[in-house]
């Protein structure tokens, strides 16, 4: 399960149910992926076929909706 928890643009931020206790987000879009951890602070952990330019703008949206984000971790998996 891999619950859409924002969508902005052409992003889809979403949780993947069981992965892994670390919160974080990943971000898919037309021409690729990448996942962010949101603790101890934001911070790129991974992506496929993303240039930096890009990269930055979702590190700006993920950074400007982190308490939402935070939020919807907590709700999401009870914790």
Do not use: C
């Amino acid at each position: 399960m891999a619950p859409t928890i924002r969508r902005e643009g052409s992003y889809r931020f979403f949780f993947n149910s069981r992965e892994e206790s670390r919160m974080h987000v990943h971000i898919t879009t037309p021409d690729g992926i990448a996942k962010f951890w949101l603790e101890p602070i934001v911070a790129l952990d991974s992506f496929h076929n993303l240039n930096a330019r890009e990269l930055r703008r979702i590190e700006t949206l993920v950074k400007e909706h982190e308490d939402e984000f935070r939020a919807a971790w907590h709700r999401h998996f009870g914790q």
